[in-house]
C-alpha cells in the first residue's frame, strides 16, 4: 500500500527524534568519559594546564622507577608548574635506584624550586632522594637518616648438608659468581663486597655533604646507619624545618611561588590492557587479604617488595 504524506511526515519525525536521542547520548557519553578521567588523574587536564604547585609522592622501596623519572621530567618542562613538593616516605632501596632519582631531582631543582617533605620515614635511599631537593621539611616524630650502604646475600648451604644436596660448579675464576647462597662466604668475597660497600659509602657520605653543606667529618659523626626523629635531625642539619604541607608551601612563597596556588598531585601513568588486567587481579588479592587502596600496593603492604632488591642497597628495616 502507498504511504501516504502524513505517513512520510511521521516517519521523518520520528528519525528526527531518534537522531536528537543518539547525539543526546553520545553527549552523555563523552561527559562520562571526561568526568571519569579527571577523577583517574586528579585534578583533571584542565588543573595542570593552569598555574600550580606540583606535588609527587616518593613510597615505598626505592627502585630505578623510570615512570617517576619521565614524570619529574614532564614537571621541569611544564611552564604551569611554579614550585615542587616530593612527598616522601620511604625505607630507602636500591644505591642506583637512589642516584637515578637524585639525578632526577637535581635536574628538576636547577629550574624550579623544589622542597621535600617527609612523613613518616626518609631513610637510607630515601634521605638520599630527599637531599637532592632545596630544602627538607620533616615532622617532629618522623624517622630520618640512616647513610650507609649493604649487601645482603642468603647462606643455604647448611641446610643443602642437611639434605644431602652438593653443587657442583665450573668457572674461570674463584670470585666469579661469587658470593654465593649455595656455598660458606670466603674471606676473599667478602672483601670483594667490602670493598663495593665502602666505595658507595664514600660516595654517599661525599653527596650528603655536598648538599647540606656539612663538612666530610661532620657527616661521617652521622653516617653510622643511625636513624633520627625530626627533632634531632634538625639539630644534626640533615633537615631544614619542621611541618608538613603548609611549611613546605610557606617556603616555596619564600621562593616567589604564590601560596593561593593550588597544589596538584602528579599521580603514575597506568597504561595497557595487560596492567589493568593485572592489577585488577592484585585488587581482588589485596581486598581478600584485608589491605587497604590498590593491588599496586599490595608486595609495599606486605614488605614482600624489598624481597627483589638486587646489588648494592641503602635502606632501614625496622
Given at each position: 500500500?502507498?504511504?501516504?504524506?502524513?505517513?512520510?511526515?511521521?516517519?521523518?519525525?520520528?528519525?528526527?527524534?531518534?537522531?536528537?536521542?543518539?547525539?543526546?547520548?553520545?553527549?552523555?557519553?563523552?561527559?562520562?568519559?571526561?568526568?571519569?578521567?579527571?577523577?583517574?588523574?586528579?585534578?583533571?587536564?584542565?588543573?595542570?594546564?593552569?598555574?600550580?604547585?606540583?606535588?609527587?609522592?616518593?613510597?615505598?622501596?626505592?627502585?630505578?622507577?623510570?615512570?617517576?623519572?619521565?614524570?619529574?621530567?614532564?614537571?621541569?618542562?611544564?611552564?604551569?608548574?611554579?614550585?615542587?613538593?616530593?612527598?616522601?616516605?620511604?625505607?630507602?632501596?636500591?644505591?642506583?635506584?637512589?642516584?637515578?632519582?637524585?639525578?632526577?631531582?637535581?635536574?628538576?631543582?636547577?629550574?624550579?624550586?623544589?622542597?621535600?617533605?617527609?612523613?613518616?620515614?626518609?631513610?637510607?635511599?630515601?634521605?638520599?632522594?630527599?637531599?637532592?631537593?632545596?630544602?627538607?621539611?620533616?615532622?617532629?616524630?618522623?624517622?630520618?637518616?640512616?647513610?650507609?650502604?649493604?649487601?645482603?646475600?642468603?647462606?643455604?648451604?647448611?641446610?643443602?648438608?642437611?639434605?644431602?644436596?652438593?653443587?657442583?660448579?665450573?668457572?674461570?675464576?674463584?670470585?666469579?659468581?661469587?658470593?654465593?647462597?649455595?656455598?660458606?662466604?670466603?674471606?676473599?668475597?667478602?672483601?670483594?663486597?667490602?670493598?663495593?660497600?665502602?666505595?658507595?659509602?664514600?660516595?654517599?657520605?661525599?653527596?650528603?655533604?655536598?648538599?647540606?653543606?656539612?663538612?666530610?667529618?661532620?657527616?661521617?659523626?652521622?653516617?653510622?646507619?643511625?636513624?633520627?626523629?625530626?627533632?634531632?635531625?634538625?639539630?644534626?642539619?640533615?633537615?631544614?624545618?619542621?611541618?608538613?604541607?603548609?611549611?613546605?608551601?610557606?617556603?616555596?612563597?619564600?621562593?616567589?611561588?604564590?601560596?593561593?596556588?593550588?597544589?596538584?598531585?602528579?599521580?603514575?601513568?597506568?597504561?595497557?590492557?595487560?596492567?589493568?588486567?593485572?592489577?585488577?587481579?592484585?585488587?581482588?588479592?589485596?581486598?581478600?587479604?584485608?589491605?587497604?587502596?590498590?593491588?599496586?600496593?599490595?608486595?609495599k603492604e606486605t614488605g614482600a617488595d624489598?624481597?627483589?632488591?638486587?646489588?648494592?642497597?641503602?635502606?632501614?628495616?625496622?
Amino acid at each position: 500500500m502507498a504511504a501516504t504524506a502524513e505517513d512520510l511526515i511521521d516517519r521523518r519525525r520520528l528519525r528526527r527524534k531518534l537522531t536528537f536521542w543518539r547525539v543526546v547520548a553520545l553527549a552523555i557519553a563523552a561527559i562520562a568519559i571526561v568526568a571519569a578521567a579527571s577523577a583517574y588523574y586528579g585534578d583533571g587536564f584542565a588543573g595542570k594546564s593552569a598555574s600550580h604547585i606540583a606535588k609527587v609522592k616518593i613510597e615505598g622501596t626505592i627502585l630505578e622507577d623510570e615512570d617517576l623519572m619521565e614524570r619529574l621530567d614532564d614537571i621541569r618542562k611544564s611552564s604551569a608548574v611554579k614550585g615542587v613538593i616530593l612527598s616522601i616516605d620511604s625505607p630507602g632501596g636500591t644505591t642506583a635506584g637512589g642516584e637515578a632519582i637524585f639525578d632526577a631531582v637535581r635536574a628538576l631543582a636547577a629550574e624550579k624550586p623544589v622542597v621535600a617533605q617527609v612523613g613518616t620515614l626518609a631513610a637510607s635511599a630515601g634521605y638520599m632522594i630527599a637531599s637532592a631537593s632545596d630544602h627538607i621539611v620533616a615532622r617532629q616524630s618522623s624517622i630520618v637518616g640512616s647513610i650507609g650502604v649493604l649487601a645482603q646475600f642468603p647462606n643455604f648451604s647448611g641446610l643443602m648438608d642437611k639434605l644431602g644436596i652438593t653443587l657442583d660448579e665450573v668457572k674461570s675464576s674463584p670470585l666469579k659468581a661469587e658470593p654465593s647462597p649455595f656455598n660458606h662466604t670466603t674471606e676473599e668475597e667478602k672483601a670483594m663486597i667490602r670493598s663495593m660497600i665502602l666505595d658507595s659509602y664514600d660516595w654517599f657520605v661525599g653527596l650528603v655533604s655536598d648538599r647540606r653543606g656539612m663538612s666530610r667529618a661532620e657527616v661521617l659523626t652521622l653516617a653510622d646507619g643511625s636513624v633520627f626523629t625530626g627533632r634531632q635531625a634538625l639539630e644534626k642539619r640533615l633537615i631544614d624545618g619542621l611541618g608538613g604541607e603548609k611549611e613546605a608551601i610557606a617556603w616555596l612563597a619564600g621562593k616567589g611561588v604564590s601560596e593561593n596556588l593550588q597544589v596538584i598531585e602528579w599521580e603514575p601513568t597506568d597504561s595497557g590492557s595487560g596492567f589493568l588486567f593485572g592489577r585488577a587481579l592484585t585488587d581482588a588479592a589485596g581486598r581478600a587479604m584485608g589491605f587497604p587502596g590498590a593491588g599496586a600496593d599490595l608486595l609495599k603492604e606486605t614488605g614482600a617488595d624489598r624481597l627483589f632488591l638486587d646489588g648494592l642497597v641503602s635502606v632501614w628495616h625496622p
